[in-house]
């Protein structure tokens, strides 16, 4: 193996996460991703289950003023993400015209002599 070759399998390792398995091209590989995909869902599902099972059995001990409290939090965070959506459409607004000018700017011809001289400091 020459230089390249160590280069390459360096480089292949180092770019490579830890416990990554590098599959080949084939149908053989197919199937293996195939059944772990499968294997995942059935896995995600399982402790989905379990967690729903756990949270069936646990007791809930809530009196009025943190039922209250939590209501009153979930209203300020509805608030706040209308805040958002509405701070999120000006900026689109804003990107929207700023792309809008810079293509006007684009097609027009401009002299390259700025239109304001710095004044010589005495």
């Given at each position: 193996?020459?230089?390249?070759g160590i280069?390459?399998?360096?480089?292949?390792?180092v770019?490579?996460?830890?416990?990554?398995?590098?599959?080949r091209?084939?149908?053989?590989?197919?199937?293996?991703?195939?059944?772990l995909?499968a294997?995942k869902?059935?896995k995600?599902?399982?402790?989905?289950?379990k967690?729903m099972?756990?949270l069936?059995h646990s007791?809930?001990?809530?009196?009025?003023a943190?039922?209250?409290?939590?209501?009153?939090?979930l209203?300020?965070?509805?608030i706040?993400?209308k805040?958002v959506?509405?701070?999120?459409?000006?900026?689109s607004?804003?990107?929207r015209?700023?792309k809008?000018?810079?293509?006007?700017r684009?097609?027009q011809?401009?002299?390259?002599?700025?239109e304001?001289?710095?004044?010589?400091?005495?």
């Amino acid at each position: 193996m020459g230089i390249q070759g160590i280069k390459s399998n360096v480089k292949r390792n180092v770019l490579q996460k830890k416990g990554t398995i590098v599959l080949r091209d084939g149908p053989e590989n197919d199937e293996l991703m195939r059944r772990l995909r499968a294997w995942k869902l059935k896995k995600r599902e399982f402790q989905n289950n379990k967690f729903m099972e756990k949270l069936g059995h646990s007791p809930v001990d809530l009196d009025d003023a943190s039922i209250k409290i939590l209501i009153l939090k979930l209203m300020e965070i509805e608030i706040l993400l209308k805040e958002v959506g509405r701070q999120k459409k000006k900026l689109s607004k804003h990107a929207r015209r700023k792309k809008h000018a810079k293509k006007l700017r684009g097609s027009q011809h401009r002299s390259t002599i700025p239109e304001t001289i710095p004044e010589e400091e005495q």
